[in-house]
């Protein structure tokens, strides 16, 4: 039988952890933080954690590890994350990829986008823009479709991802074409292959093609943004040929399913903070990101949304989940 003392000690015990525990959360972060990016070093996203990080440790004096876990399309970095310990000091820098259309790209996932993880914050949204070598005759998109129609099967495109894959398969289906795609392991061998024209377009993010097209290395043709890209204003959006060709990514972050709600609240707050900031906000609009920041109800339900839109961009395209 439980005494009245014991029951009183441990209520006594309990009301004195209470405040010790939230004590302890108020004083996040108490050690170095980790975000995992699950693509490769120099990439987009790398360096869009990269100058999270920077903020965070300058503005704050947060020590912020950026590791990245490339591979698998996303997959290997994204399920080191989900089985990390969730107390708020393992992050995912999250894509369109990793939460929403790697689902319906592979016919088994070793984690669940929605169940596994807490959607934290926005960072950016970002389009994808169709280039060619800088000497190809072609100058907008309906001369690419012109050159597959007058020889079909014979115009190729370079992929290095499912979800890379998804504009050029648009493409095909909404230009009424015959293309061929070309698998690759890595993006820059897809650059490479462009400028030497072994292949004869591909579609690639914002991000990787800024400093290519600045630098004169490839030419752009139209991009799948909602709007014209500020860096490329002359460029047309794909749905000005096509009329409701459009295909948009993000970059964001999320943590394992389970990380306390006030963490979670404190890093969203952080992130719209340095999203705000008029030096990372110029670092991020020169990746060829749009800086955007979301409260935390309004990502989730952003993400949950974007399932939806990847969903039917899928299957429109008709990719086969591998």
């Known amino acids: 039988?439980?005494?009245?003392?014991?029951?009183?000690?441990?209520?006594?015990?309990?009301?004195?952890?209470?405040?010790?525990?939230?004590?302890?959360?108020?004083?996040?972060?108490?050690?170095?933080?980790?975000?995992?990016?699950?693509?490769?070093?120099?990439?987009?996203?790398?360096?869009?954690?990269?100058?999270?990080?920077?903020?965070?440790?300058?503005?704050?004096?947060?020590?912020?590890?950026v590791e990245d876990k490339p591979g698998a399309g996303g997959i290997i970095g994204t399920a080191a994350v989900r089985n990390a310990k969730p107390d708020g000091y393992s992050f995912l820098l999250s894509t369109n990829s990793t939460q929403a259309a790697n689902q319906f790209l592979y016919k088994s996932l070793p984690y669940d986008a929605q169940k596994d993880f807490v959607d934290v914050g926005l960072i950016g949204k970002f389009g994808t823009v169709a280039v060619v070598s800088p000497d190809s005759e072609v100058k907008v998109l309906k001369d690419l479709a012109d050159k597959a129609s007058a020889a079909p099967g014979k115009v190729?495109?370079?992929?290095?991802?499912?979800?890379?894959?998804?504009?050029?398969?648009?493409?095909?289906?909404?230009?009424?074409?015959?293309?061929?795609?070309?698998?690759?392991?890595?993006?820059?061998?897809?650059?490479?292959?462009?400028?030497?024209?072994?292949?004869?377009?591909a579609f690639v993010d914002y991000l990787t093609a800024m400093g290519q097209i600045s630098g004169g290395n490839l030419k752009p043709v139209a991009v799948t943004g909602q709007d014209r890209s500020p860096a490329w204003p002359d460029v047309a959006t794909t749905g000005e040929d096509y009329p409701g060709f459009v295909v948009e990514g993000?970059?964001?972050?999320?943590?394992?399913?389970?990380?306390?709600?006030?963490?979670?609240?404190r890093m969203n707050a952080l992130i719209a903070e340095a999203v705000a900031d008029p030096a990372t906000k110029e670092q991020y609009e020169k990746l060829g990101m749009q800086p955007?920041?979301?409260?935390?109800?309004?990502?989730?339900?952003?993400?949950?949304?974007?399932?939806?839109?990847?969903?039917?961009?899928?299957?429109?395209?008709?990719?086969?989940?591998?």
């Open 250 to 265: 993000w970059l964001g972050i999320s943590a394992p399913a389970g990380t306390p709600d006030e963490i979670v609240r």
């Open 1 to 65: 039988m439980i005494s009245k003392n014991t029951v009183t000690a441990c209520l006594l015990g309990l009301a004195l952890a209470g405040p010790a525990a939230f004590a302890q959360q108020e004083q996040w972060p108490q050690r170095a933080i980790s975000i995992v990016v699950p693509s490769a070093p120099g990439g987009a996203a790398d360096l869009t954690a990269r100058t999270l990080a920077h903020y965070l440790n300058q503005k704050h004096g947060m020590n912020v590890v």
């Open 156 to 201: 190729f495109f370079g992929y290095y991802s499912s979800s890379s894959q998804v504009p050029s398969a648009l493409f095909r289906e909404y230009a009424g074409i015959k293309i061929e795609g070309a698998a690759y392991k890595n993006i820059t061998q897809i650059l490479t292959d462009l400028r030497g024209r072994l292949i004869d377009f």
């Open 292 to 322: 955007q920041s979301m409260a935390v109800d309004e990502f989730q339900a952003f993400v949950r949304e974007d399932v939806q839109r990847w969903k039917g961009w899928i299957d429109t395209a008709g990719i086969q989940p591998q």
